[in-house]
């Protein structure tokens, strides 16, 4: 409910009268990099300014903006006080905070971000993303950032690219297994007809035929052999480039129980 209030407030008002969004630095907890914490600030504030339905202000701007004696105090507001937030927005009239934080967990990331509302004094949204690398993690930002900002979500990546590598791929080994199943049959049957050829020699061919069907045997099968390992390459290559699920839903979760006489699925849909 809040989602669609907020949006509809966002494209009912002015392009020039945008809500002003501060987005403060997220913050590296539970064993992350500080630096992967400072890629990902700047990812979300690109990433709040190119969605467009804010006037994005990041840190940096509240470093110019504000007087040096209160920058101590307001970069050092890290915790998720009401007052707090209202401290930080009020400095530069934002109405909006974002702020978060990229924790680790084993060989996971995680990515939780939180929208405060300066005139509700409260949060109004929330998102958290899972990524298993800093390269998938980077693509959930902009996931993050929609939910947080209660902003419609990011078509997910084309799968066009990584379908098409698997279907060329998957029809050029289908080629190469064929010709090569057609130039062993081919093989097999010249070389018993020479074999009948030792004892009938009236059913055997012209050297000359026979030649060329060695040379056209050998041909097939380089190009049998050659169609299958690029055929095997272009599907690894589409296997490789195919894209994560990024869309981590939460309107299903479901849950197999197993009982004493089979399973049952319960869950909320």
């Known amino acids: 409910m809040h989602a669609v209030m907020l949006v509809a407030a966002l494209l009912a008002a002015d392009a020039a009268q945008k809500p002003k969004l501060l987005v403060l630095d997220v913050q590296a907890v539970g064993g992350a ?6 890629a990902v600030t700047q990812a979300v504030v690109n990433e709040a300014v190119a969605r467009g339905f804010y006037q994005v202000l990041s840190s940096r ?50 990515l939780n971000l939180q929208l405060f509302d ?3 004094s ?14 998938e993690l980077r693509t959930q930002v902009l996931y993050a950032v929609a939910e947080a900002t209660g902003s419609p979500l990011p078509p997910p990546p084309s799968k066009v690219p990584s379908v098409s590598l698997i279907s ?3 029809a050029a080994v289908l080629f190469g297994a064929v010709l090569g199943i057609v130039t062993l049959t081919s093989e097999a049957s010249m070389g018993a007809e020479l074999e009948q050829g030792k004892m009938f020699p009236q059913v055997l061919k012209s050297y000359a035929y026979y030649q060329g069907e060695r040379s056209k045997q050998g041909v097939q099968r380089t190009v049998s052999i050659i169609s299958l390992i690029a055929g095997a390459a272009l599907v690894a290559g589409g296997v490789f480039l195919f894209p994560p699920d ?12 197993f009982t004493g006489t089979g399973f049952a699925v319960a869950g909320a849909f």
């Open 246 to 257: 990024v869309v981590q839903s939460t309107s299903v979760k479901v849950a197999l129980s």
């Open 168 to 170: 060329a791929g998957s």
């Open 118 to 120: 300066n005139q509700k």
């Open 33 to 38: 990099d500080a630096a992967l914490a400072q």
């Open 122 to 135: 409260q949060v109004v949204h929330r998102a958290t993303r899972l990524a298993k690398s800093e390269s």
């Open 61 to 110: 701007d509240l470093v110019a903006l504000v007087g040096i004696d209160r920058q101590k105090q307001l970069l050092g507001c890290g915790d998720e006080s009401s007052s707090c937030m209202i401290e930080v927005s009020g400095a530069l009239n934002a109405r909006y905070v974002l702020n978060g934080n990229v924790s680790k967990f084993g060989d996971a990331l995680q």
